[in-house]
């Protein structure tokens, strides 16, 4: 069984520009979660869908902004990119009823100069 | 507000030299509180899920234990290969998204 899959793996941008970073879950997870992770922050918790609906939403600008499909696949959008954007984007994803536990992704690194 | 801490930062064992992992957390209810390894350039890598005082679990060299503000992951006799930052967790409010702490680099030399 496939992994969560995102792509793309490395992103380079410039301040301003927006980015568009994106994820395939495993075959039968409705729940995707993403994470931004940097070396002084750790990993923190972006937002959460389940079935196309946003469940949780975590502390950052509304520059963040995701969605997801009908096949579960999901994007994340970050506009107006600033050079502390710079992270590893992670996605993780999740069947209910199995311990809720949360698989991720190998992530996108993004890379703001 | 959930805060989860986890301590040390960074941890530098011989083979074979045991220790443990701290990871403190704060929550109103908790709803499972999980470790993860990550290896780097990788994505985090499921471990363990832990939901009530006293439950330990065990994989390989490694046990989770977890008490009513604490829980432990100890690493018996590790090897080369354990070396990793280890990440403790508990969920997010209702859902499955997760609060993290900082991790524990872990670093084993021969």
């Known amino acids: 069984k496939a992994g969560v899959t995102q792509t793309p793996r490395y992103l380079i941008k410039t301040r301003g520009q927006q980015v568009t970073l994106s994820c395939s879950p495993i075959s039968g997870h409705r729940s995707v979660s993403w994470y931004q992770q940097t070396p002084g922050q750790g990993l923190q918790f972006l937002f959460e869908y389940f079935s196309e609906t946003q469940r949780n939403k975590g502390n950052f600008p509304g520059r963040f902004s995701g969605r997801q499909f009908s096949n579960s696949r999901s994007e994340m959008n970050v506009s107006t990119l600033e050079l502390g954007d710079s992270a590893l984007y992670l996605c993780a994803s999740s069947l209910a009823g199995s311990g809720n536990i949360q698989y991720f992704g190998a992530g996108t690194r993004l890379s703001v100069l | 507000e959930d805060q989860v801490t986890q301590s040390p930062e960074a941890l530098r064992l011989q083979e074979g030299e045991s220790s443990s992992l701290n990871c403190s957390y704060t929550?109103?209810?908790?709803?499972?509180l999980f470790w993860y390894r990550q290896d780097p350039g990788k994505g985090p890598e499921f471990l363990f899920t832990?939901?009530?005082a006293g439950e330990e679990k065990e994989k390989e060299r490694l046990k989770a234990t977890l008490t009513k503000k604490e829980s432990f992951l100890h690493i018996t006799a590790p090897k080369p290969e354990d070396s990793a930052t280890y990440l403790c967790a508990v969920r997010v409010n209702s859902g499955y998204a997760l609060n993290f702490g900082k991790g524990t680099s872990l670093l084993v030399t021969p």
């Open positions: 929550v109103s209810g908790l709803r499972g």
């Open positions: 832990l939901y009530s």
